[in-house]
Structures are given as structure tokens and as C-alpha cells.
């Protein structure tokens, strides 16, 4: 089974503070993304990454920069937290990308 | 332009009955769709995936889902509920390297 994991499951910040989130998937696979869930809102994609080093943009990047370092690793920064931030972070992975594996979240809320 | 309208943010159901959570989409090609289920603070799993072939699919649990292109749908089934599909619900659409996820369908069940 494909497993996705990330860093923390609950993380509490105050505004201004820089934020890691990190992902790590444990089946190799190349595509590795980043969503932000809201409710009534759905899931919105926030940064994607096909390779090691790679990026691409998402819907909503403003305010958000990731990493890519290793291939199973994809970290999710907040350069200077704000209250609007304040939301579920799911981390995705995919082999094909037709097919996303996701962690449990991390729930970070921003004070 | 792609999208994926759940119609009913909340449906509720009594154990034993039908379960009917409904998703129609937009896309300009045809789409890979999918859904997923969410129980409370956990990611997304996946529950069937529609790619091409049989337009039927069925997924885990004793869910399917049948597309139909003429109606734009992807409605998901149960012919019975169980206490345990309790969760949150996500239609998505890919095409053209990216996701399109729906607002979500919050499923209750009755005893």
C-alpha cells in the first residue's frame, strides 16, 4: 500500500511565524502535491511537483513557497503565517497522475 | 473550462437505505473522474476511479458509479447504508495534468 505521510496532524502558529509542513510518500513516486481544504470551498491546490527540484504553481501559491529536495520528500512553506491560513493542508502523491494518494492532513491553525 | 458541481452539501439517510450522492462535470475533453471519501480528520481515500471502458465502475466498500456522458454525470451508489459510510465525499475531475475536486457531500447515517 502506498503510504503518504505528514509531519504533524495538528500545528498552531502565530501570525508571522515561517511554517514547515513536510510530506514524505514511501513508494517512489514522481508527482507529489499540495492542497489546501476549506469548507464549502472543496479542495484547492496550492503547489504541484512533477520532479526532484521541480515546482509548478497551483491555484492559490500566493504566500506559500515549497521544496523538493528528495524525491519522497515535498515540504510546504508559510514564509510569514497569517490567520487566513488557517486550514486543513493535504499532501498528495502519485505514480501516474491520474491517481492521487493522500496523507491525513495536517490541521494548522493561526493565531 | 473544467468543473465539478456536487449537488447537496449534506445528505442524510437511514441505515439500509440507498445511498444516491449526485456529481456532474464540465470538461472540454473527455475527463478521468473519481471519488473519494473523507472520514473525520483523516485525507482523502480513494473509493473508484473512472478512466475509459465500462462505464459502470465499482470501488470499495460496495460503492459504484456510472458514467454518463450525455447527462455530464458521475453519480455515486450504495444500494445500502451502513453506519460506518459516514464521512465526507469528493467528486474530481482530471484532465489536462490537473485536478478539479467538488465541494464535497457530508453523508449522515441514520439508525
Known amino acids: 500500500d502506498v503510504k503518504v505521510t505528514q509531519s504533524s496532524r495538528y500545528l498552531v502558529k502565530r501570525t508571522g511565524e515561517k511554517v514547515f509542513l513536510e510530506c514524505v510518500q514511501d513508494m517512489d513516486h514522481e508527482n507529489m502535491f499540495w492542497y489546501r481544504q476549506d469548507p464549502g470551498l472543496g479542495l484547492r491546490l496550492i503547489y504541484f511537483?512533477?520532479?526532484?527540484?521541480?515546482?509548478e504553481k497551483g491555484d492559490i501559491p500566493e504566500g506559500y513557497s515549497v521544496s523538493r529536495e528528495k524525491k519522497e520528500r515535498f515540504s510546504l512553506i508559510l514564509e510569514s503565517a497569517s490567520t487566513n491560513q488557517t486550514s486543513m493542508y493535504l499532501c498528495a502523491s502519485s505514480f501516474r497522475l491520474d491517481t492521487q494518494y493522500f496523507g491525513p492532513g495536517t490541521r494548522l491553525t493561526v493565531l | 473550462a473544467q468543473s465539478v458541481t456536487q449537488l447537496g452539501s449534506h445528505v442524510s439517510v437511514s441505515e439500509g437505505a440507498l445511498v444516491l450522492l449526485r456529481c456532474n462535470y464540465s470538461?472540454?475533453?473527455?475527463?478521468?473522474l473519481f471519488w473519494y471519501v473523507q472520514y473525520p480528520n483523516q485525507g482523502l481515500q480513494l473509493l473508484l476511479k473512472y478512466t475509459t471502458g465500462a462505464t459502470l465502475v465499482k470501488g470499495i466498500n460496495g460503492f459504484e458509479a456510472e458514467f454518463k456522458k450525455s447527462e455530464t454525470s458521475f453519480h455515486l451508489t450504495k444500494p445500502s447504508a451502513h453506519m460506518s459510510d459516514a464521512a465526507e465525499y469528493f467528486c474530481a475531475l482530471y484532465n489536462f495534468n490537473k485536478f478539479y475536486f467538488g465541494s464535497g457531500t457530508k453523508l449522515n447515517v441514520k439508525p
Open positions: 470538461s472540454s475533453v473527455p475527463p478521468y
Open positions: 511537483s512533477y520532479d526532484v527540484k521541480m515546482k
